[in-house]
């Protein structure tokens, strides 16, 4: 059974850092495209970041970019989002999803809460 | 940026009606486009991909159609476990854009 489990999130102060992991398990992590996708309270979806099987090719919304760094350890089966310099509009969910092929998420953890506030 | 325009945004219906959200793109997008169903409190799940294809699993009353700029999600029966927020997305690599949701309620 395939899972996403993420962890990390917590209230953290304007301009503070927070690092964000999801381990997976019940497949080949290795194979995968992963993403961070977010979403404020009561708000829409907002996809975050992208990064490939192997690591070498990430992507970031402009809204996040220079301030977010995502990772991946394909030995530990973990993926991860450095946030640094956060604001307050950056409290929300952040969920870890799978790509199959293309931009279908097929796969998404349970999210973990990330509040920026003094 | 593809923006992506989702209506309506709230939708009352009742037990057996037909439903039907669209979603229009700011660019041809070809088939690339998803649906997603988000119940309160919990991640959300893809039910339908490149524009019409079923999700494994996902009951047959979900359809989609569309290419291009319009896209059409139907639901043919609302069952009451359907209440949830539904969005498009769209992926144009390397970005993905979601709809900004239909909630859709029982009347």
């Known amino acids: 059974e395939v899972q996403l489990v993420e962890s990390g999130g917590g209230l953290v102060q304007p301009g503070g850092s927070l690092r964000l992991s999801c381990a997976a398990s019940g497949f080949t992590f290795s194979s995968y495209e992963m993403n961070w996708v977010r979403q404020a309270p009561g708000k829409g979806l907002e996809w975050v970041s992208y990064i490939s099987s192997s690591g070498s090719t990430i992507y970031y919304a402009d809204s996040v970019k220079g301030r977010f760094t995502i990772s991946r350890d394909n030995a530990k089966n973990s993926l991860y989002l450095q946030m640094n310099s956060l604001r307050a509009e950056d409290t929300a969910v952040y969920y870890c999803?799978?790509?199959?092929?293309?931009?279908?998420?097929?796969?998404w953890g349970q999210g973990t809460l990330v509040t920026v506030s003094s | 940026d593809i923006q992506m325009t989702q209506s309506p945004s709230s939708l009352s219906a009742s037990v057996g009606d037909r439903v039907t959200i669209t979603c229009q793109a700011s660019?041809?997008?070809?088939?690339?486009l998803n649906w997603y169903q988000q119940k309160p409190g919990k991640a959300p799940k893809l039910l339908i991909y490149?524009?019409?294809n079923l999700e494994t699993g996902v009951p047959s009353r979900f359809s989609g159609s569309g290419s291009g700029t319009d896209f059409t999600f139907t639901i043919s029966s609302l069952q009451p476990e359907d209440i949830a927020t539904y969005y498009c997305q769209q992926y144009d690599n390397p970005s993905i854009t979601f709809g900004q949701g239909t909630r859709l309620e029982i009347k």
């Open positions: 490149d524009a019409s």
């Open positions: 660019q041809d997008i070809s088939n690339y």
């Open positions: 999803a799978r790509t199959s092929y293309g931009g279908n998420l097929d796969y």
